[in-house]
């Protein structure tokens, strides 16, 4: 242990030299400005018309010169909502504890989820969304047209959110996985709210995708240099490689897609390599790997989700550097041959949900 | 009085440790660097609070961990010029075990790395890591399991001597 001990001090004393001190003074200013300045924006706001004009003359609203802060969303409506694009925590600006989570419709609305803490997923189809509830302490599904509510038949600490988690929905929504790592409980819970059912699922395995009704579950669970993918009912199969970057099953409940990546041999790490692997879930064989096209070269696949018809899957490309201005872009992308085509840009940096992403 | 008296003083003596915490965590200079500014900013926000009384080295060693837990999707995304740093002599026995090592470690999980630099670089006990993760004693001792299991596995050489 004296040899991981000295290799981890010598490892270590790689990292550069930074003075980071003026940085993040100015990025603690920057937040004050920006919250003070807000504060002042919903004191204006409160202040009937004439009222308002007076405090201005007296003490002028003064010009935020800075990024503006984020706008503020409207409360979800009860119903008549359109489908989900993709939700969002804003990024960490005046007071971003308490900003939550967003939706964006497709219409382009934006709107404000009522979920503190915990996952927001929404559906492939963008129609359902599923959330923690603080109040009720469980995951709740929303359908966003009609209202209607399903409460999960499974209580959960918001503890069980503090950690790593996932939260993996069905195509219809009403069925999910809600796995969780770190915590005291590390729950893997297989959930129906239409039939109002739990399953423990098999510890250490990881939730890929779940069907509708009792259609399949597909699990995952890397090892070092390959993982295991099990399609409960089945016998799990092994691919010869680590990852978690799995699409959801497909339509024919036997094709997975998985993000290519390769070991760099000057570097030694995973790298994605712009490609993704098409193979058969049940048999881990016919495996087709395409390049994928019409996706910028500053951005690289690294998420898939789910089937956007019988040969398209979601999949979310990322920038290749944390310092670019864009964060990650949503495609639709043929697995036959790997043509993509752009959906919508992913409007955080930080956390963000797109129906049917599995991550 | 000046809001951050006292800051560039605590950053000055505590950043460059705090900063190879971060590249261990990470893997990545760039990265490392991120993290590090992420967090410097927040302890400066509380910095107020923290010179009054509190603990500005537990609070950003606590927040360092836990913010680079929850980059760990964006950390998978490997960069260009992620390297080991050229450390001057090329190739020899211990420069290709501590490859081996920058290599093994970036397949474990952030939880799993977590544990391994906090026990083994930082030397902290069980129950320090635990609480510096927010996480129970048994998960610490179950991870440092899994973790070493895997370092075993890549890097023998470094867990068996």
Sequence with gaps: MNTLREDLHELAAHAPDVDLADLAIRGARRKRVVRLSLAAAVVVAGIAGGSALRFQEVRPVPPVVLSPPETKALPLPDKGVAPVEQAYRPSCRGGCQEAGWRIVTRSGETFQVPARSGPVEASADGRRIAYYSEKDRRIVVRDLASGWIWKAPLKQPKQDFAVEYALRMSPNGLRFIVSGWGGGREPNMLVDVEQGTVEQLESGWWPVSVADGDGPVVLAKPYDNTTKVWVRGHKPVTIPTFTYDFSALGPDGRRLVRVGQVLGHETPKVQYDGTIVTFDALTGGAEARVPVSGIPGDLQPAWLGGWLNADEVTLVAVAQSPRSDISAVAYGVNVRTGQARKLFPIRAKGAYAVPGLVR | ?161
């Design chain 2, 1 to 161: 009085m000046d809001r951050y008296e006292g800051f560039h003083e605590f950053v000055r003596a505590r950043q460059q440790s705090l900063m190879r915490t971060a590249y261990l965590l990470t893997g990545d200079t760039h990265l490392a660097e991120d993290l590090l500014q992420t967090v410097l900013t927040r302890v400066a926000s509380h910095w107020a609070k923290l010179a009054k009384g509190g603990n500005p080295e537990a609070y950003a060693r606590k927040a360092l961990v836990n913010q680079n837990i929850s980059w760990r999707r964006r950390r998978r995304v490997e960069l260009p010029g992620a390297a080991l740093p050229e450390v001057g002599q090329s190739h020899d026995e211990a420069t290709v075990r501590r490859l081996a090592l920058l290599h093994a470690l970036a397949q474990l999980t952030p939880r799993q790395r977590t544990v391994i630099v906090l026990r083994y670089y930082e030397d902290r006990t069980e129950h320090e890591t635990a609480q510096l993760m927010g996480t129970s004693l048994g998960t610490v001792k179950s991870q440092t399991n899994y973790a070493l299991s895997k370092l075993r596995a890549l890097t023998p050489q470094e867990v068996d001597r």
